[in-house]
């Protein structure tokens, strides 16, 4: 278990802290996660390092920073198939829909396999669709609509 030494800093070292991040992360905790994951990225900019925080970011619904981080790590591995899948969620949990169809669809065409890629793409389709179909913006929230 990590404790905090008389720096406030976590025992041991980035390797450590991250391990301790994605333990977390994959327990629900995301919140904490994120935290540990902004302490490691201190100290480690590596790829892993901001999945990991985009992941735990999302996770928390912190949409707009998780959004961030992904184009951060987009930038630099533009072929990461996951990064632009999670870019394209947290985009379209912000109603950014364009975008969102945009990233889904790069993830979907670099890795037609899997099935959540092609799913939240048909999604997402399908609400822009409908929006245009209605009249309404492509992007934000729906304004006046009591019933939705």
Same mark, same amino acid.
């Given at each position: 278990?990590?404790?905090?030494?008389?720096?406030?800093?976590?025992?041991?070292?980035?390797?450590?802290?991250?391990?301790?991040?994605? !333990?977390?992360?994959?327990?629900?905790?995301?919140? =904490?996660?994120?935290?540990?994951?902004?302490?490691?990225?201190? !100290?480690?900019?590596?790829?892993?390092?901001? !999945?990991?925080?985009?992941?735990?970011?999302?996770?928390?619904?912190?949409? !707009?920073?998780?959004?961030?981080?992904?184009?951060?790590?987009?930038?630099?591995?533009?072929?990461?198939?996951? =990064?632009?899948?999670?870019?394209?969620? =947290?985009?379209?949990?912000?109603?950014?829909?364009?975008? =969102?169809?945009?990233?889904?669809?790069?993830?979907?065409?670099?890795?037609?396999?899997?099935?959540?890629?092609?799913?939240?793409?048909?999604?997402?389709?399908?609400?822009?669709?409908?929006?245009?179909?209605?009249?309404?913006?492509?992007?934000?929230?729906?304004?006046?609509?009591?019933?939705?």
């Amino acid at each position: 278990m990590t404790s905090p030494n008389n720096h406030g800093n976590p025992e041991g070292g980035p390797y450590d802290w991250y391990q301790r991040a994605q !333990e977390l992360l994959n327990s629900g905790n995301s919140n =904490a996660a994120a935290i540990l994951f902004e302490r490691v990225r201190q !100290e480690d900019q590596s790829s892993a390092v901001l !999945e990991g925080l985009g992941r735990a970011l999302f996770d928390a619904k912190q949409y !707009e920073r998780a959004a961030a981080v992904l184009e951060e790590l987009i930038s630099r591995s533009p072929d990461n198939d996951y =990064a632009h899948f999670a870019l394209g969620l =947290a985009l379209w949990r912000m109603q950014r829909f364009i975008q =969102a169809r945009d990233h889904l669809a790069m993830a979907f065409v670099m890795r037609p396999s899997r099935s959540e890629y092609g799913t939240s793409l048909s999604q997402v389709k399908a609400t822009l669709r409908m929006r245009k179909l209605e009249g309404l913006p492509l992007e934000g929230p729906i304004r006046g609509q009591d019933s939705l």
